[in-house]
Structure formats: structure tokens, C-alpha cells
């Protein structure tokens, strides 16, 4: 096998991990990934093709791999087991401990499937790296995966509330738009609130409840770019304008 072959399997290799984690991919998007031309990339998706991969072809959209296709995980590389060791520590110390209890479990897994060699090195790795006490997060919550979720499916979430600049605790239906991390609060819902029929700002470790509701909403247009860019420009700063 020479240097161009080597080449393009590991092309091919890349490509089917982007069509494994994406749900659409594009043959712009992947010709500037690696570099060649669009006329490559199709020739790369005939050769997947042909290998047995059951793409799509959505035209004028792009690719992505049949529903309910799985493929067998793809082997970790030692740089990108190292960069997962390395963000543990930061999940580690974040305030959620949700977040905390399903990162640790999908870690689990990762490590799982690594060499023994690989495995020895990360174990190392992970001893020898700290993170600042200063970084330790004050403010505890257990709702983020509800959040994330709820934030996925346009599912409402019933809450409540307890508002620091009023003192009162409400009771909330709400639509999660969007999360939001200040080094000052920890995690931020944004959320289209009805009661308040406007978007909201919601620390986490101030909803005293919270539960999925068999209700959906339609996605909201606003991006979360353009909602920030909106508050960022009336108050400066985002942090202030919590619900």
C-alpha cells in the first residue's frame, strides 16, 4: 500500500465517522475537512457504497448513514483519549451533578474500548492533572440531562422557580431554548417563559422542581447567537437578566 492509499483509507475512515456522528453531512463541508475536491469526496462516497455502507442521498442537502445502521465503534486515537481525560476534570468540577453522573459514564465506556497500552497512559495522565479549588463550583443543581433533553425533543418543563432578586417561588411552564455558562452562576437555562409570555434567564440551582410534561412546542426561530447579541448589546452583559 502506498503513501496516496494510506491516504484515503484514512480519508475513508474520517468520513465514515462523520457520517456515524452527524446526522447530515455535506461534500462542501467534508472537501474542506480534508482538504480535496468535491469531486473526491463523491468518489469517496461510491467507494463506502460499494464496501457495503448504506448511505442516503438527500439532494441538495447531502449524506447520512440508513436508520438504524450501526457500526462497530471506531478505535480511539492515544491524542483524543487524552483530550477526554483532560475535560473529565473540568465536568468533574462543574456544579450539576447530573452532568457529573452521565460524563462519568460515557467516559466508562471510552476507556472500554481502548488498548491496554492506551489505557495504562490515560490512567497516568488522569493522576497527574488538577484542577484550581478557586474553580470549584458553589452552586449545585440536578437538572441539566432533564433540561438537555426536554431542550431536544421541544418538550415543555413544568418548574419551580425561586427568583433571587424578588424572593418568591412561581410555578412555570417553560420552553427550553437554549443553556448558557457564567464563571459567576454556573448554568444558565434560557427558556421561553409563559407565565411571563418572554424569554427568561433561570439558574439552575434555583429551580426547586422540575418536570417533563407531555406537551411540545414549535423550535423558536431566535437563535442563540442573535439572543445574546440582542441582551449583550441593551445590558452589556447576559449574566443580569435572570428571571
Known sequence: MNGNDTKRLSRL????????????VTSTSLAE??????????????????AGIPIITEDGKGYSLMEGYK???IMFSESEANALITVEQLVLKN?????????????????AVLLNATKRKIELLSERIAVSPAI?????????TCIQN?????????????????????????EPFALYYSL????????YCRLRKDYRMFRLDRILKIKQIELNFKPHKLTLKE?????????????????
Request: net charge positive; hydrophobic share 40%; glycine share 2%.
Open 13 to 24: 475512515t474520517a468520513i465514515l465517522t462523520q457520517l456515524q456522528t452527524k446526522r447530515l
Open 33 to 50: 475537512k480534508f482538504g480535496v475536491s468535491i469531486r473526491t469526496i463523491y468518489r469517496d462516497i461510491k467507494a463506502l457504497e460499494h
Open 71 to 73: 457500526i462497530p465503534p
Open 95 to 111: 456544579g450539576d451533578r447530573s452532568l457529573i453522573k452521565e460524563y462519568i459514564e460515557a467516559i466508562g465506556k471510552v476507556k
Open 136 to 144: 470549584v463550583a458553589i452552586n449545585a443543581s440536578n437538572s441539566l
Open 150 to 174: 426536554a431542550l431536544t425533543d421541544f418538550k415543555v418543563l413544568s418548574i419551580i422557580y425561586h427568583s433571587e432578586h424578588k424572593d418568591e417561588k412561581t410555578e412555570r411552564n417553560i
Open 184 to 191: 459567576q452562576e454556573s448554568w444558565i437555562l434560557i427558556a
Open 227 to 243: 439572543y445574546l447579541a440582542e441582551k449583550e448589546k441593551k445590558f452589556k452583559t447576559p449574566d443580569i437578566l435572570l428571571s
